[in-house]
């Protein structure tokens, strides 16, 4: 990896470390990896399509998170083949869970993107009332929002994507995986080409 990426990165781990391989199996291996880049319900940004996956973890009170918002956008723009997957992980308080519900219920609206982003944009803390007022500005169905959050399924989303960040040793949000390698940190847009140019030439 880049000298400089690694300079930024505060914490690095390798999804495939020697750590991890002592405390798992191959075959819980292969499930965590699954998780973390394959789960059928976790939201997807980016190209759905896209030649490689970059992974985010992120919690809506995360001020770095916020930060990184615009700079994961103007990446996934300069790239039109990576495909992000966004694991909620709220671990900042009640408020980040009403938010990261909320989220993965936009999505079942076809709204995720939009409600993501407009939720890393706004101003003061995300809780109840205001990721709400947010839906509405948005243009999301709110009353059928507060029904999908209130499911347990999006619950469970929410429990699997916080074990998953907890078993792959994240150190906190933001964090991003692609390929074999974690990265804890905003990055702006050149280091997280260069994280996902890494895992592309693995893929070779």
Do not use: W
């Not at 990426?5 to 470390?17: F, G, P, R």
């Not at 995986?177 to 050149?190: K, S, Y």
Request: charged residues 25%.
């Amino acid at each position: 990896m880049h000298r400089r990426l690694a300079a930024i990165a505060t914490a690095l781990t390798l999804i495939l470390s020697p750590a991890l391989a002592q405390d798992f199996t191959e075959a819980q291996i292969a499930e965590i990896k699954k998780g973390v880049f394959n789960d059928p319900d976790a939201p997807v940004m980016g190209n759905p399509k896209g030649d490689v996956t970059l992974v985010e973890f992120s919690d809506y009170n995360c001020g770095f998170c916020r930060k990184a918002a615009p700079d994961v956008a103007a990446f996934l723009k300069s790239d039109p083949n990576v495909k992000l997957v966004v694991h909620e992980i709220p671990i900042f308080g009640e408020g980040s869970r009403e938010a990261a519900m909320a989220a993965l219920a936009a999505q079942r609206q076809g709204k995720y993107p939009e409600f993501h982003s407009a939720l890393m944009a706004m101003k003061g803390r995300a809780e109840k009332a205001s990721v709400l007022r947010v839906a509405r500005q948005v243009g999301l169905d709110v009353d059928r929002l507060e029904r999908d959050m209130a499911d347990p399924a999006i619950t469970a989303q929410i429990e699997q994507s916080l074990l998953l960040a907890d078993q792959i040793g994240l150190a906190g949000t933001p964090s991003f995986v692609a390929g074999d390698r974690a990265v804890f940190g905003a990055l702006p847009p050149e280091d997280l080409a260069e994280l996902v140019a890494e895992a592309r030439a693995q893929k070779k």
